[in-house]
């Protein structure tokens, strides 16, 4: 089981920051790459960034390069997604995901498991 907590509000001004934060059980947490999703209304489920499960390697989505970061805390099963200069597109549902293969994916249905998700309005 995977979930989701937003740490700080869901709604923001443009150019704000705002943390994510997700917490994995019921997983063996190092064995899973993770990754955050987003979808807004109306559009596919977006790549936002993935984890490796050492946290050795990162990848980024070309529209958060730059402005997001993930991390990951093993040792509390926990998924990070810091988000800076926040804009109006980034707004949507945000998910947490794991994947138990060795490299990062991209594609939602290349993943195991899914958070329930969580809302980031950002307003301009």
């Known amino acids: 089981e995977v979930s989701c907590r937003r740490l700080g509000g869901g709604l923001v001004q443009a150019g704000d920051s705002l943390r994510l934060t997700c917490v994995a059980s019921g997983l063996i947490f190092t064995s899973y790459i993770m990754a955050w999703f987003r979808q807004a209304p109306g559009k596919k489920r977006e790549f936002v960034a993935a984890?490796?499960?050492?946290?050795?390697?990162?990848e980024y989505g070309e529209s958060v390069k730059g402005r997001f970061t993930i991390s990951r805390e093993n040792a509390k099963k926990t998924v990070y997604l810091q988000m800076n200069s926040l804009k109006p597109d980034d707004s949507a549902v945000y998910y947490c995901?794991?994947?138990?293969?060795?490299?990062?994916?991209?594609?939602?249905?290349?993943?195991?498991?899914w958070g329930q998700g969580t809302l980031v309005t950002v307003s301009s």
């Open positions: 984890i490796t499960r050492s946290g050795a390697s990162v």
């Open positions: 995901a794991a994947r138990s293969k060795v490299l990062i994916a991209v594609t939602p249905g290349d993943y195991d498991y």
